[in-house]
T-cell receptor, first 112, second 115 residues
Framework: DQQVKQNSPSLSVQEGRISILNCDYT??????FLWYKKYPAEGPTFLIS?????DKNEDGRFTVFLNKSAKHLSLHIVPSQPGDSAVYFC???????????FGPGTRLSVLP | DAGITQSPRHKVTETGTPVTLRCHQT?????MYWYRQDPGHGLRLIHY???????DKGEVSDGYSVSRSKTEDFLLTLESATSSQTSVYFC??????????????FGAGSRLTVL
């Protein structure tokens, strides 16, 4: 059973609009979350993190929101740019550990 | 770049042959990982290492073994490759020059095809 779920395999958004990528988890012990972006033929690259003591973290155009009671987090990209087109992975760990469980990914397409 | 090199980047092999993938880091990080990426599954942990000669199994370790005789090198071995092991394999370290200590930094990947 997947402990980290990304229920939308793909998402298309117009350039300049907001992209919202969602992630749900089942393990209530998870307390630290990461988002990664992956381009074809490259390794995943780290985007942004959030720990369970916060409900929001911002870095430029990227904001991650965490709703612990719902076991849900989301990544907002504003404004979306064509270069944001990639696969986005959500990952979670517990005890702020370094063993992460990844979701299946969401492919974002930003249309010019 | 975070100083992680994977080799080979591409390999085609036949069922039943042994295969070794190498991960080399220049960051002197303690934790190293091997993941595989498959459609619909995301990244799944195969094995990880928390120090020289210290390794442990991940979620999908069957059919794989690892070794870490030096801090900088983490080897993944498929003793007898099967078609189900066709995948893209990623090495990662915890940390990296451009990331925080509690972030995984990935290599560029090794694409393995087992015929």
């Amino acid at each position: 059973d997947q402990q980290v779920k990304q229920n939308s395999p793909s998402l298309s958004v117009q350039e300049g609009r907001i992209s919202i990528l969602n992630c749900d988890y089942t393990n209530s012990m998870f307390d630290y979350f990461l988002w990664y972006k992956k381009y074809p033929a490259e390794g995943p690259t780290f985007l942004i993190s959030i720990s369970s003591i916060k409900d929001k973290n911002e870095d430029g155009r990227f904001t991650v929101f965490l709703n612990k009671s719902a076991k849900h987090l989301s990544l907002h990209i504003v404004p979306s740019q064509p270069g944001d087109s990639a696969v986005y992975f959500c990952a979670a760990s517990h005890n702020y550990g370094q063993n992460f469980v990844f979701g299946p990914g969401t492919r974002l397409s930003v249309l010019p | 770049d975070a100083g992680i090199t994977q080799s080979p980047r591409h390999k085609v092999t036949e069922t039943g042959t042994p295969v070794t993938l190498r991960c080399h880091q220049t960051e002197n990080h303690r934790y190293m990982y091997w993941y595989r990426q498959d459609p619909g599954h995301g990244l799944r942990l195969i094995h990880y290492s928390y120090g020289v000669k210290d390794t442990d199994k991940g979620e999908v370790s069957d059919g794989y073994s690892v070794s870490r005789s030096k801090t900088e090198d983490f080897l993944l071995t498929l003793e007898s490759a099967t078609s189900s092991q066709t995948s893209v394999y990623f090495c990662a370290i915890a940390g990296g020059v451009s990331s925080g200590a509690n972030v995984l930094t990935f290599g560029a990947g090794s694409r393995l095809t087992v015929l």
